[in-house]
């Protein structure tokens, strides 16, 4: 059994197109994130999720926005997707160990990636 | 806000050989962890640090939290091609570091 889950694991699509990515996660955390790997492997979060509330949004376009219908999901939409959108892009979770602050990290579980490719 | 430097960036190895790979942080880290990432894999957690000074080891892997808690340091003894990946410290709101990929020379 998978634990963190995310689909699609490979999207190509064209320039100016909407596109998400879904991600689940079954270890009954209380965290989930989204991170983009670009070419040079540097791993960068982009948004945090706490409860199904926003803790983490890094400098991100407006373009990404995501969304948590339960603490077990969360999924990210991109509108108007560009050539620099290309990337493999990660979900994680894990449990938080001192709420919203996060203070403490605990150990993250990631999903396989999805190699986003705009073309 | 916190930085970190991870060095060196890139680790070419012979088999059979040690090396070490190092985090420096510009300010006091509350824990640290390791992450490995195979080449097209997700990154993996390896271990945390938490108190000054701290040493922690997995078979060839020795691990290490300074005293000041402003760094950390991952050494691999008799490196193999298993070893093969980029290794990751991680730290605040599990921000990653840039890593360090290792390649092996066998």
């Known amino acids: 059994d998978t634990a963190v889950s995310q689909t699609p694991k490979y999207l190509v699509t064209q320039m100016g197109n909407d596109k998400s990515i879904k991600c689940e996660q079954n270890?009954?955390?209380?965290?989930m994130y989204w991170y983009k790997q670009d070419s040079k492997k540097f791993l960068k979060i982009m948004f945090s999720?706490?409860?199904?509330?926003?803790?983490i949004n890094e400098t991100v376009p407006n373009r990404f926005s995501p969304k948590s219908p339960d603490k077990a999901h969360l999924n990210l939409h991109i509108n108007s997707l560009e050539l620099g959108d290309s990337a493999v892009y990660f979900c994680?979770?894990?449990?938080?160990?001192?709420?919203?602050?996060?203070?403490?990290?605990?150990?993250?579980?990631f999903g396989q990636g999805t190699r986003l490719t705009v073309v | 806000g916190q930085q970190v430097m991870q060095i060196p960036q890139y680790q070419h190895v012979q088999e059979g050989e040690d090396f070490t790979t190092y985090c420096n942080s510009s300010?006091?880290?509350?824990?640290i962890q390791w992450y490995k990432q195979r080449p097209g894999g997700h990154p993996v957690f390896l271990i945390q640090?938490?108190?000054?000074?701290e040493v922690k080891k997995q078979k060839r892997l020795t691990f290490q939290f300074g005293e000041a808690k402003k760094n950390s340091s991952l050494h691999i003894t008799a490196t193999q091609t298993t070893d093969v990946g980029t290794y990751f410290c991680?730290?605040?709101?599990?921000?990653f570091g840039a890593g360090t990929t290792v390649t092996v020379r066998a």
């Open positions: 640090l938490v108190k000054s000074g």
């Open positions: 270890l009954g955390h209380d965290t």
């Open positions: 300010t006091t880290l509350s824990n």
């Open positions: 991680v730290y605040y709101k599990l921000s």
């Open positions: 999720y706490n409860n199904k509330e926003l803790i």
């Open positions: 994680a979770s894990s449990q938080a160990a001192t709420g919203v602050f996060l203070i403490m990290n605990t150990e993250a579980f």
